[in-house]
């Protein structure tokens, strides 16, 4: 089992920025890779990024690639989401998640333990 602890939301004005960080305990944090997912009111979870697990290679989606950049400590057991130029379509419950097979994913029905989510809310 790996519990994640995600926390760093908030309140934002539009163009602003914020950093998520999702703490890890368990099993071995660097056997996995780590994703991010968000969740809008009445909208499906989506993907938002993910970082393998030496942290070497990053992958986005679209709608967050040259905005958001995750990273990771393996050190410290943590991954981190760095939000810039946030938008408020960016308002969501975001996620973190840990993937325990080879491959980079992109969905969340591949991702084998989740966090609780933080709430971040962009103001126009």
């Not at 305990?25 to 890779?33: D, I, K, L, P």
């Not at 709608?63 to 810039?84: C, E, H, P």
């Not at 130029?85 to 325990?100: F, G, I, M, R, W």
Request: with cysteine; hydrophobic share 30%; proline share 2%.
């Amino acid at each position: 089992q790996v519990q994640l602890v995600e926390s760093g939301g908030g309140l934002v004005q539009a163009g602003g920025s914020l950093r998520l960080s999702c703490a890890a305990s368990g099993r071995t944090f660097s056997n996995y890779h780590m994703g991010w997912f968000r969740q809008a009111p009445g909208k499906e979870r989506e993907f938002v990024g993910t970082i393998t697990r030496s942290g070497a290679i990053t992958y986005y989606a679209d709608s967050v690639k040259g905005r958001f950049t995750i990273s990771r400590d393996n050190a410290k057991n943590t991954v981190y989401l760095q939000m810039n130029s946030l938008k408020p379509e960016d308002t969501a419950v975001y996620y973190c998640a840990a993937d325990q097979s080879v491959r980079l994913r992109t969905t969340s029905y591949d991702y084998d333990y989740w966090g609780q989510g933080t709430q971040v809310t962009v103001s126009s």
